[in-house]
Antibody, heavy 124, light 105 residues
Framework: QITLKESGPTLVTPTQALALTCTFS??????????VGWIRQPPGKALEWLAV???????RYSPSMKSRLTITKDTSTNQVVLTMTNMDPADTATYYC????????????????WGQGILVTVSS | DIQMTQSPSTLSASVGDRVTISCRAT??????LAWYQQKPGKAPNLLIY???TLRSGVPSRFSGSGSGTEFTLTISSLQPDDFATYYC????????FGQGTNLDI
């Protein structure tokens, strides 16, 4: 079965960079059509899509966050890493990684399996 | 950017009720819309994709409809397990979630 799990720091100082790792099992990011995305949710607020990486190493970023985000994959270790620079207290949120079930043809994504999420707090 | 607006933001209902949640896009997204259910402290759970396709294993009391800019999630007969927050998501261009609809008793 498909599982995903987020890991990384839970407390980050403002202006620092954040690196989150998604470790998954039950699928391969080398398989055509497969993707992994990142979505965040500030406490008590709505979901916000951040980025997705596809089997062919194509990447899509939220236009409002693009300048701060980098997403990479390592198919040998079944991991996806999201890096976010210049963290701010407004970035305090639960960060989820998720498996792409499908999308707009070969692009974009909706997600059927999600990790449990990791709460990242940005504070000095 | 495509914005998604859900209505209502909060909906009070009872077990057995039929409820409808609306989602509107600021431009046409064809049928590239998904619906999720989220319970407190848990990750979202995909219910419907492609506006009206029920994910395998999701109860048939859930249904989705719409295309273009107007979409609807309907729960035909509310069950106790359905009280949660619901989000729509467009994936026509990048991706955007609605602000959520809290369905409570």
């Amino acid at each position: 079965q498909i599982t995903l799990k987020e890991s990384g720091p839970t407390l980050v100082t403002p202006t620092q960079a954040l690196a989150l790792t998604c470790t998954f099992s039950g699928f391969s990011l080398s398989t055509s059509g497969v993707g992994v995305g990142w979505i965040r949710q500030p406490p008590g607020k709505a979901l916000e899509w951040l980025a997705v990486i596809y089997w062919d190493d194509d990447k899509r970023y939220s236009p409002s966050m693009k300048s701060r985000l980098t997403i990479t994959k390592d198919t040998s270790t079944n991991q996806v890493v999201l890096t976010m620079t210049n963290m701010d207290p407004a970035d305090t949120a639960t960060y989820y990684c998720a498996h792409r079930l499908g999308g707009n043809g070969w692009n974009e994504a909706y997600f059927d399996f999600w990790g449990q999420g990791i709460l990242v707090t940005v504070s000095s | 950017d495509i914005q998604m607006t859900q209505s209502p933001s909060t909906l009070s209902a009872s077990v057995g009720d039929r409820v409808t949640i609306s989602c509107r896009a600021t431009q046409s997204i064809s049928s590239y819309l998904a619906w999720y259910q989220q319970k407190p402290g848990k990750a979202p759970n995909l219910l419907i994709y492609q506006a009206s396709t029920l994910r395998s294993g999701v109860p048939s009391r859930f249904s989705g409809s719409g295309s273009g800019t107007e979409f609807t999630l309907t729960i035909s007969s509310l069950q106790p397990d359905d009280f949660a927050t619901y989000y729509c998501q467009q994936y026509n261009t990048y991706s955007t979630f609605g602000q959520g609809t809290n369905l409570d008793i």
